[in-house]
């Protein structure tokens, strides 16, 4: 049966080259996201600074909150006590523990300042950094790397100006250093001042004993101390604290468009060969009748799709390898993945994305296998002419499960969950509504083109009315050429309008109680202390606020209403009600909010059972753990609930243990805005932004987040797209007995194309209408979660463009095939069997 299968493949090369391009283009898809993946999981950063220490150490880099399993990752720098480095010392094969400080130190240039860190000398042979001129640092001097001192063209004994404390400061340059760009060092004592950490280190160098085993004295320290010991290409975690933050989230984009990727290959790649093997009914009948068993029926069918899988999968290593590269860059230079990360892409990338594209193909050649083999001859001739029998068990169940999963996933939605969480059942929402309505498809097309074939056949003539006809006979049939279409609309409307929505709830509930009208921005490192007295003394200025940032986790009560990565920590100046924090209060007041004070919202309050007067604990974002007395509570947008405190709290707790901004509120009719642009250009590193950029700013992630998710969802569209070209062109080009039998008829060329053009806009207007229904099911809850209407929200030319490109796709895939077929003269076309 294989012969038979190669020997008859050039008769039937546009069933297998779709094929092909199906599994080629899955493939690529799959094994680019498992490329990053794998980079997520590895998270390899080649340390540079601290490379010469075998062993770093650092304070404990995950939390775990009270009576819970998973353990939360600390998103700020988590420094070590200073009593852990004479503990490691008498460690058994310790050598020396090396501290090391760091803070932020950019350099001015050109108007501006250079991206720097700052460190102690001491510090220095982690590297190591050798002197290649000069001495080492003193109070006032400081050592610069040789780069930035060929940058600068500085030379020992030379004055350059640093930014530290935020305060721009002149230095001395008393040496400068081999190794790493980027690293000033100051004396010990000015680098303990500036790192504003004190008793601790950033990290401790654990220098070993030549054959000392490091697995053992990892061990070893931990169980000293409360602390993460790291080796080998860990270290440059330590170095690269966003490379750890960032994996999570590489992790998570990865495997949820992975996964969605993955099932929309096998569902592509399955309909492609089902349609194949659909059209070839009467070639199997004929086999049949021959005297060919049902066994050898199935076997041909699976090894003609293990034919076209195998080669199809080695082929789309190639452009898998491009795109994962792609997709990595991208997503670094957007600030989703570390640029400093490797990226990987191995044998388990190519394995996951391989076994997906054979295993789907040998799925639906066993499924069309087994209804090919088992129809009885006479029955197969009659089948492979109308097409009018669909149903099967498997299919009925397979359809009303993922339809039910879906309705599941939908009162999920829009009854449990809320904020940007809901994304987390609307997204495999999406899928079990595709592949539910799909797995029933002839039933939805028929119910569809029940509707929809009334007008047309109101305004068409004889073509048209003949097409509608030819659709609603042959609707089984038709049902394989609308739903890639359907699958291509509904994805493509709701991944699309649920960033949107999201990028617009967030905004409406970060502005709806913000009051700022301007906001002073650090350009380097942090804003100084000193700078907020001197706003807040500016004529016109009714009140001002440092702002900060940071994620925390309440251990105390437990149960708080946030999600795994913690809570987000607003740091606010102390204010009365008409002050700049972006709240609005419920009870209390946040004119004492300093010390160890916070503010809740409304619903954390109802959920963890506490209010003004009682107190709570939570972990900062360094790993800091904290007794906070609740002062005052507040409205929140379900969803988007954060937590204030005091500004100089949050701040200390950061890795830049500075404000990074200032919000401004004026007096009624006052302009301020001369006022602080004098101060800024008086203060170096400082600018003055207006209400849209603070806007612009905290909605920054959400907008990157959006535009990753366009482009991934871009890229599964593109191969939804190939799907409905090639079910539309393997379609019609399967027809072509039927063109010539028309055309031998009476029918001219044009007349037969009027009545395809008809046919495609029943198939392209069902599909549409399936999609978009599959879109507003997932879209209608998700918007009411997320947002206080049901009604998502983005530009409407968003849809007409996707619409717009369905409707070419399936008019193009149809007419180009049929206008190649019709170039065959009739009676030669009506005499081919297919």
């Not at 197969?380 to 498997?394: C, D, I, N, R, Y």
């Not at 030819?470 to 409307?493: K, Q």
Request: hydrophobic residues 50%.
């Amino acid at each position: 049966m294989m012969r038979l299968a190669v020997r008859t493949l050039r008769y039937r090369k546009s069933g297998f080259l779709a094929t092909f391009v199906a599994v080629v283009f899955g493939t690529s898809i799959v094994l680019a996201c498992g490329g990053l993946m794998e980079t997520g999981i590895r998270s390899n950063v080649a340390p540079e600074r601290l490379a010469a220490a075998p062993i770093v150490v650092t304070g404990k880099l995950t939390h775990l909150r009270p009576g819970e399993e998973d353990a939360t990752r600390l998103t700020e720098q988590v420094g070590v006590p200073d009593s852990v480095a004479t503990q490691l010392r008498s460690l058994e094969g310790v050598t020396d523990v090396i501290p090391d400080l760091t803070f932020p130190a950019p350099i001015a240039l050109n108007q501006g300042f250079t991206k720097g860190e700052g460190h102690n000398w001491e510090s220095a042979p982690l590297a190591p950094f050798n002197l290649i001129s000069g001495t080492a640092p003193r109070a006032g001097d400081v050592v610069l790397d040789e780069t930035t001192a060929t940058q600068l063209n500085a030379k020992p004994g030379g004055k350059v100006n640093l930014l530290v404390g935020g305060q721009q400061t002149p230095f001395t340059v008393s040496g400068i250093a081999s190794g790493p760009a980027g690293h000033t060092f100051f004396s010990t004592q000015e680098a303990t001042r500036f790192a504003n950490r004190p008793g601790q280190s950033a990290a401790l160098g654990v220098l070993v004993a030549p054959g000392t085993d490091l697995k053992a004295l990892k061990k070893k320290i931990e169980a000293t101390s409360d602390v993460s010991a790291l080796a080998g290409l860990d270290r440059g975690e330590v170095e690269h604290t966003d490379a750890a933050v960032k994996k999570v989230t590489l992790i998570s984009v990865a495997g949820s468009f992975g996964g969605i990727a993955a099932m929309t290959m096998m569902f592509v790649v399955a309909s492609t060969l089902a349609l194949s093997a659909q059209q070839r009914q009467r070639e199997f009948a004929l086999l049949r009748s021959i005297g060919t068993t049902p066994g050898q029926v199935r076997r041909m069918i699976l090894g003609e799709a293990m034919l076209v899988s195998l080669p199809a999968v080695l082929v789309g290593v190639i452009p898998g390898a491009l795109l994962g590269r792609f997709l990595f860059d991208n997503l670094s230079s957007n600030g989703v993945a570390s640029p400093d990360v490797t990226f990987y892409q191995g044998l388990i990338p190519f394995a996951a994305g391989a076994g997906a594209a054979v295993l789907a193909a040998i799925g639906a050649a066993l499924m069309a296998g087994r209804r090919s083999a088992k129809i009885r001859p006479v029955e197969a001739l009659v089948e492979a002419s109308l097409q009018t029998k669909w149903f099967s068990w498997a299919r009925t169940i397979t359809g009303v499960l993922f339809v039910g999963g879906g309705v599941a996933l939908m009162v999920v939605t829009a009854t449990v969950m809320s904020g940007p969480l809901a994304g987390a059942t609307a997204g495999p929402a999406v899928l079990c509504w595709a592949i539910g309505i799909a797995a029933l498809g002839p039933l939805a097309t028929k119910a569809i083109l029940a509707i929809i074939r009334w007008p047309l056949y109101a305004v068409t003539r004889v073509n048209g009315r003949l097409a509608i006809r030819n659709v609603t006979a042959r609707s089984v049939a038709m049902s394989s050429a609308v739903m890639p279409v359907m699958l291509a609309v509904g994805i493509a409307t709701a991944n699309i309008y649920m960033q949107t929505t999201n990028v617009d709830a967030s905004a409406k509930a970060f502005t709806k109680e913000l009051r700022a009208d301007a906001v002073l921005v650090s350009t380097a490192a942090g804003l100084s202390p000193s700078l907020l007295p001197k706003v807040q003394a500016l004529p016109g200025v009714a009140s001002a606020s440092e702002y900060v940032t940071s994620l925390g986790v309440i251990d105390e009560p437990r149960h708080a209403p946030f999600d795994e990565d913690g809570a987000l920590l607003q740091g606010v100046s102390p204010q009365d009600a008409d002050g700049t924090a972006p709240v609005r209060l419920t009870s209390g007041s946040l004119e004492g909010l300093t010390g160890n004070t916070v503010a809740l919202p409304d619903r954390v309050v109802e959920k963890i059972d506490r209010g003004v007067g009682t107190s709570i604990k939570m972990t900062l974002g360094d790993g800091t753990p904290v007794e906070l007395r609740v002062i005052a509570t507040f409205a929140a947008e379900p969803g988007y609930e954060s937590i204030v405190l005091p500004a100089e709290l949050v701040a200390a707790h950061t890795a830049n243990r500075l404000a990074p901004q200032i919000l401004v509120r004026a007096e009624p009719g006052a302009s301020i805005g001369p006022a602080l642009a004098n101060l800024a250009a008086a203060t170096p590193g400082v600018q003055v932004a207006d209400r849209e950029a603070l806007i612009a700013g905290n909605g920054e992630d959400l907008q990157t987040q959006a535009w990753i998710n366009y482009l991934l969802v871009g890229m599964l569209i593109a191969y939804t797209a190939v799907s409905v070209v090639n079910t539309l062109a393997s379609s019609t080009v399967r027809r072509r007995r039927e063109f010539g039998l028309q055309r031998l008829t009476g029918s001219t060329r044009g007349q037969v194309l009027r009545m395809l053009t008809t046919e495609g806009v029943l198939v392209a207007l069902a599909g549409i209408i399936l999609g978009t229904l599959v879109a507003l099911a997932t879209l209608l809850p998700y918007a009411s979660a997320v947002s206080t209407s049901a009604m998502p929200t983005g530009p409407f030319w968003i849809y007409l463009v996707i619409i717009a490109i369905a409707f070419a796709l399936t008019m193009l895939s149809t007419l180009i095939p049929a206008t190649k077929s019709l170039a065959t003269r009739p009676a030669e076309a009506a005499a081919r069997a297919d």
